[in-house]
């Protein structure tokens, strides 16, 4: 089992800055990838970022060149991850998500956090 714990969530004026947190405890030596998702209300829950144990990290289109996504491991394991966001725009209004992917015995799980709201308006 593995619990995630957000935080940093806020209202922030367009064109402005925010970092996300997200800590990971439990079983955290399982965990490959860690990643952040977003639901803005009335659509899916989407992808916005994700870092590997490996370092790659992958992001949706609309944050690229905006968004960051930064982890640390402990013991080769990751158990924090930040999302530094730039340059929001009222359209990053949303819940976000952290999320913590791990494999045990070939079975792959996906955890997720509470979630923490994020409001871009002027």
């Known amino acids: 089992q593995v619990q995630l714990v957000e935080s940093g969530g806020d209202l922030v004026q367009p064109g402005g800055s925010l970092r996300l947190f997200c800590s990971a405890s439990?079983?955290?030596?399982?965990?490959?990838?860690m990643g952040w998702y977003r639901q803005a209300p009335g659509k899916q829950r989407e992808l916005v970022a994700r870092?590997?144990?490996?370092?790659?990290?992958?992001?949706?289109d609309s944050v690229k060149g905006r968004f960051t996504i930064s982890s640390i491991s402990r013991d080769n394991a990751k158990n924090t991850a930040y999302l530094q966001m730039n340059s929001l725009k009222p359209e990053d209004t949303a819940v976000y998500y952290c999320?913590?992917?791990?494999?045990?015995?070939?079975?792959?799980?996906?955890?997720w956090g509470q979630g923490t709201q994020v409001t871009v308006s002027s």
């Open positions: 870092v590997t144990n490996g370092g790659t990290t992958n992001y949706v």
């Open positions: 439990g079983s955290i030596s399982s965990i490959y990838a």
């Open positions: 999320n913590a992917r791990t494999l045990d015995w070939g079975i792959e799980l996906d955890y």
